[in-house]
T-cell receptor, first 114, second 113 residues
């Protein structure tokens, strides 16, 4: 049972455009929602994360939007650059239960073309 | 800087061989994880450990076992490798009480022939 659904599977965006990746979750106990970025040949690295007490978090060109009632969250990359080309994973966790596990989405391969 | 080191970047093994994948972290993290990454399937948790000599099954533990004899080292063992275990294996670690931030190694690409 997939608990975090991520879309799209792949995304092509022109340089300067906005990249949007969406995730939906089922478990209402999830209370921590990170996004990881993975470049070819590297392991994933934490990009940005949000908790459900806020609806939006922004770090530079990266913004997470969170909709608790819809159980959805999304990553927006403003002014997308070729250097942003990577695979992005959303994830979710239930930290309230003392769990350190992350449940990952299946990933989105982003290509930013010049 | 947190460093998670996986001993091999590429590994080629034969069906039926016993395979050891090693992972070492240098930040005294309590938690360690093993994932496999396959195209279109994302990251799937195999096993994890919250302490030395402690292990818990993840979502896909079948065909794997783990060992954690020292805090900094977490080993993934394929008792009898099969072709369907050809994959990218990722190790991660995290400190307790740090909001579940996981730090990943660069991965081991295992091919079982």
């Amino acid at each position: 049972q997939q608990q975090v659904k991520q879309s799209p599977q792949s995304l092509i965006v022109q340089k300067g455009g906005i990249s949007i990746i969406n995730c939906a979750y089922e478990n209402t106990a999830f209370d921590y929602f990170p996004w990881y970025q993975q470049f070819p040949g590297k392991g994933p690295a934490l990009l940005i994360a949000i908790r459900p007490d806020v609806s939006e978090k922004k770090e530079g060109r990266f913004t997470i939007s969170f909709n608790k009632s819809a159980k959805q969250f999304s990553l927006h990359i403003m002014d997308s650059q070729p250097g942003d080309s990577a695979t992005y994973f959303c994830a979710a966790s239930n930290t309230g239960a003392g769990s350190y596990q992350l449940t990952f989405g299946k990933g989105t391969k982003l290509s930013v073309i010049p | 800087d947190v460093k998670v080191t996986q001993s091999s970047r590429y590994l080629v093994k034969r069906t039926g061989e016993k395979v050891f994948l090693e992972c070492v972290q240098d930040m005294d993290h309590e938690n360690m994880f093993w994932y496999r990454q396959d195209p279109g399937l994302g990251l799937r948790l195999i096993y994890f450990s919250y302490d030395v000599k402690m292990k818990e099954k993840g979502d896909i533990p079948e065909g794997y076992s783990v060992s954690r004899e020292k805090k900094e080292r977490f080993s993934l063992i394929l008792e009898s490798a099969s072709t369907n275990q050809t994959s990218m294996y990722l190790c991660a670690s995290s400190p307790q009480g740090a909001g579940n931030i996981q730090y990943f190694g660069a991965g081991t690409r295992l091919s079982v022939l």
